[in-house]
């Protein structure tokens, strides 16, 4: 699946949530929403490094699968972060990140 594909699925898939939940997935929504993925980030990497409680700890496979998980809210709420800024994602990351 190209890059684009992936954008324009991420956003209707978030549009929809809107949708369905009564929600405006507006600038502000986004930001906000990205900053909470960006904390379930955080506390997944803690559990699977062992460094919380030792009731929160799962086994390794586990633990790598909701690292997988939370990586990928976070890259979605970017994608619909971009979009609603009128961002093309995939020129600014081969901008930064391939052609530097």
Same mark, same amino acid.
């Given at each position: ?8 699925? /991420? /956003? ?11 929600? $405006?997935?507006?600038?502000?929504? +986004? ?27 799962? +086994? ?12 990928? $809210? ?5 994608? /619909?972060? +971009?979009?609603?800024?009128?961002? $093309? ?12």
């Amino acid at each position: 699946m190209e890059f684009k594909e992936i954008e324009k699925k /991420v /956003v209707e898939n978030a549009l929809s949530y809107g949708k369905k939940y009564n929600i $405006d997935i507006d600038e502000d929504f +986004a930001l906000l929403k990205l900053y909470e993925e960006v904390g379930e980030l955080s506390q997944a990497v803690l559990i699977h490094r062992k460094k919380s409680r030792p009731e929160k700890h799962i +086994a390794e496979e586990k633990s790598k699968e909701e690292l997988g998980k939370e990586l990928a $809210d976070v890259l979605g709420l970017v994608i /619909v972060n +971009a979009y609603l800024m009128g961002i $093309d994602l995939e020129k600014s990351l081969i901008q930064k990140w391939i052609n530097r």
